[in-house]
């Protein structure tokens, strides 16, 4: 992993604001920071402007996204205003993003090891294909896949949930992004599948100094993982904080209305 400085943040916004056309303020006034080695998370309910504020911080216009307001910083240098051909240079050598679905990272008609091998070479061309697939390969391996050649040589489909997802986050890893953006990746699995999803992360932060943002609806996934949570609620933070405190001990009221609402094992019914 390339060096970063302790005092610089990877990735932070300032101000943030953007949407749509007939919704120009779906995030407003968002204030992020993404500190290298950092599990920062983000929870509200569907519909908030989770997704929205991901693809705003990856200067996407995808859908007729625009931002109206704020400032996004990479490394301390202004990237705001950067053209999209500058965009397209950062997004996966530098900001990498995993998205709820495996089948949103990969084509289901193309082997794994390929698709490895073209991720790379987009943003670095001169690579060799023999030399992609041992990169893949020592990754896989370094993240505790049993058979890394077995999964390079398979198609998506062939995989479990489970394997894809983290073979995705994988992949988004091999150029060595600074941040890592996590948009719902473990709420399509089952609970084996989602610890596997989230001993990866926490594996990537500590293990590459990756900064990872996970964003979900999960309150108790989130729980697990993060040390500092945001509560987003209509577009803005209403709440944030240490992810214990926030949490367990939260007075705001959209807070404890989330809270109220995840299902406990105590809370079931007589028969």
């Given at each position: 992993?390339?060096?970063t400085?302790?005092?610089?943040?990877?990735?932070?916004?300032?101000?943030?604001?953007?949407?749509?056309?007939?919704?120009?303020?779906?995030?407003?006034?968002?204030?992020?920071?993404?500190?290298?080695?950092?599990?920062?998370?983000?929870?509200?309910?569907?519909?908030?402007g989770?997704?929205?504020?991901?693809y705003?911080?990856?200067?996407?216009?995808?859908?007729?996204?625009?931002?109206?307001?704020?400032v996004?910083?990479?490394?301390?240098?202004?990237?705001?205003?950067?053209?999209?051909?500058?965009?397209l240079?950062?997004?996966?050598?530098?900001?990498?993003?995993?998205?709820?679905?495996?089948?949103?990272?990969?084509?289901?008609?193309?082997?794994?090891?390929?698709?490895?091998?073209?991720?790379?070479?987009?943003?670095?061309p001169?690579?060799?294909?023999?030399?992609?697939?041992?990169?893949?390969?020592?990754?896989?391996?370094?993240?505790?896949?049993?058979?890394?050649?077995?999964?390079?040589?398979?198609?998506?489909?062939?995989?479990?949930?489970?394997?894809?997802?983290?073979?995705?986050?994988?992949?988004?890893?091999?150029?060595?992004?600074?941040?890592?953006?996590?948009?719902?990746?473990?709420?399509?699995?089952?609970?084996?599948?989602?610890?596997?999803?989230?001993?990866?992360?926490?594996?990537?932060?500590?293990?590459?100094?990756?900064?990872?943002?996970?964003?979900?609806h999960?309150?108790?996934?989130?729980?697990?993982?993060?040390?500092?949570?945001?509560?987003l609620?209509?577009?803005?933070?209403?709440?944030?904080?240490?992810a214990?405190k926030?949490?367990?001990?939260?007075?705001?009221?959209?807070?404890?209305?989330?809270?109220?609402a995840?299902?406990?094992?105590?809370r079931?019914?007589?028969?």
């Amino acid at each position: 992993m390339r060096p970063t400085s302790a005092d610089s943040p990877a990735l932070e916004c300032t101000g943030l604001t953007a949407g749509y056309a007939d919704h120009p303020d779906v995030i407003m006034d968002i204030d992020l920071r993404l500190d290298p080695g950092a599990l920062i998370g983000v929870v509200g309910e569907s519909g908030c402007g989770k997704s929205t504020m991901m693809y705003a911080l990856l200067g996407h216009s995808q859908g007729g996204l625009m931002r109206s307001a704020g400032v996004i910083r990479y490394q301390g240098a202004d990237i705001t205003h950067l053209t999209p051909r500058d965009w397209l240079k950062l997004r996966g050598p530098e900001l990498a993003m995993v998205f709820q679905s495996p089948a949103a990272s990969f084509d289901p008609l193309m082997r794994v090891g390929r698709q490895f091998t073209e991720s790379v070479r987009r943003h670095t061309p001169q690579a060799s294909p023999r030399a992609c697939r041992a990169a893949a390969r020592q990754l896989l391996s370094r993240l505790r896949f049993d058979s890394p050649d077995a999964v390079l040589d398979a198609y998506p489909f062939e995989l479990s949930g489970g394997m894809a997802q983290r073979a995705a986050i994988a992949m988004a890893l091999l150029s060595e992004p600074r941040v890592l953006l996590a948009d719902e990746p473990a709420s399509a699995l089952d609970v084996r599948a989602q610890k596997e999803v989230l001993d990866l992360l926490g594996e990537t932060a500590s293990e590459f100094g990756t900064a990872v943002l996970f964003v979900s609806h999960q309150i108790n996934l989130v729980r697990r993982l993060v040390s500092h949570v945001h509560i987003l609620a209509e577009g803005r933070f209403v709440e944030s904080g240490p992810a214990g405190k926030v949490l367990s001990h939260s007075v705001n009221p959209y807070t404890r209305r989330l809270l109220d609402a995840v299902p406990r094992l105590d809370r079931g019914h007589a028969a």
